[in-house]
């Protein structure tokens, strides 16, 4: 399944789901396919047929069941401290 999350978006009563493509952390690597972990614990399996260099450890885009890209730690970490910022955003203007 893929490492992607959905957001609900939305003023004035009307929401919108929009997909979160999330960083994760490759844990195993099975042939054409990678283990990842998610910020929080979660697992998801993914293909990574346009990554075959991959290796334990790495950190990667994940969308729709794809590993789309390597990122570099620091970067994983900044996009979730984004996302939870815009959580707390969106939390703090429906309050």
């Known amino acids: 399944m893929a490492a992607a999350a959905s957001l609900d978006v939305g003023r004035g009563g ?3 789901k929009v997909c979160q493509i999330l960083p994760a952390r490759v844990i195993a690597l099975h042939g054409e396919r990678a283990e990842v972990e998610l910020h ?3 697992r998801a399996t993914a293909s990574c047929v346009l990554h075959a260099d991959l ?3 790495d950190h990667v ?3 729709r ?3 789309l890209e ?3 730690p620091e970067e994983a970490g ?3 401290a984004i996302y939870a910022e815009i959580n707390d955003l969106l939390a703090e203007a429906d309050a």
């Open 55 to 57: 290796a334990v450890g």
């Open 78 to 80: 900044a996009i979730v």
């Open 61 to 63: 885009l994940v969308d």
């Open 65 to 67: 069941g794809v590993v």
């Open 70 to 72: 390597k990122l570099a």
């Open 14 to 16: 009307g929401y919108v």
């Open 40 to 42: 929080g614990g979660l």
